[in-house]
């Protein structure tokens, strides 16, 4: 089953906006993580942020993650047309089987 | 370079002819995984490996088989593929349990 439920489904920006997706999950979890996924191609990580961290931050990515909500958001600040991409989030639980739980994912537009 | 690599890229095959999907890493991770992504269903894990000779099967490892007989390699072995298993496929790898994962560039796979 699908524990990551990233909101919005879609967006779409004018470059130069900042652009904020959520995800929501419902176990507990060693970490949670950020992908990038270019249009039917592979998956870019993007930012880790482990259970004991409320923030990170990385270039123009800035992550937050709220435990007792179990809600993170990705905020991109500036965004760029090569932004233009699907974002997922991916939940890394408690069980040690190493298994990622994604999201649906945001797909995000930038238009120039 | 550190990377994944997959191969093939592209497949059409037809129904009942076996097909292996080759996957390899070059960062000495311990940890290898396969997912498949299917559009309504995002990304789900068909099994992975903590090292060598020790697999495991993840949420849908029906129709699939794998080894990890070199830390290297793990490869995916379809033996009687069928047309449910068209999807886009991904080799994964990470350190250890608990880092991030190391997407290949996918394996895009049609069952006739």
């Known amino acids: 089953s699908q524990q990551g439920e990233e909101d919005p489904q879609a967006l779409s920006i004018q470059e130069g906006e900042n652009a904020t997706m959520n995800c929501s999950y419902k176990?507990?979890?060693?970490?949670l993580q950020w992908y990038r996924q270019n249009s039917g191609r592979g998956l870019v990580h993007l930012i880790l942020?482990?259970?004991?961290?409320r923030e990170k931050h990385s270039g123009r990515l800035r992550v937050t993650l709220d435990t007792s909500k179990k809600s993170s958001s990705l905020l991109i600040t500036a965004s760029r047309a090569a932004d233009t991409a699907s974002y997922f989030c991916?939940?890394?639980?408690?069980?040690?089987?190493?298994?990622?739980?994604f999201g649906q994912g945001t797909t995000l537009q930038v238009k120039p | 370079e550190a990377q994944v690599t997959q191969n093939p890229r592209y497949l059409i095959t037809v129904t009942g002819k076996k097909l292996t999907v080759t996957c390899s890493q070059n960062m000495n991770h311990e940890y290898m995984s396969w997912y498949r992504q299917d559009p309504g269903l995002g990304l789900r894990q068909i099994y992975y490996?903590?090292?060598?000779?020790?697999?495991d099967k993840g949420d849908v490892p029906e129709g699939y088989k794998v080894s990890r007989k070199e830390k290297r390699n793990f490869p995916l072995i379809l033996e009687s593929p069928s047309p449910n298993q068209t999807s886009l496929y991904f080799c994964?790898?990470?350190?250890?349990?608990?880092?991030?994962?190391?997407f290949g560039p996918g394996t895009r796979l049609t069952v006739l």
């Open positions: 490996s903590m090292n060598v000779e020790v697999t």
């Open positions: 942020i482990r259970s004991n961290e």
């Open positions: 994964a790898s990470r350190e250890q349990v608990g880092d991030e994962q190391f």
């Open positions: 991916a939940t890394d639980g408690s069980s040690n089987t190493g298994k990622l739980i």
């Open positions: 176990t507990s979890i060693n970490n």
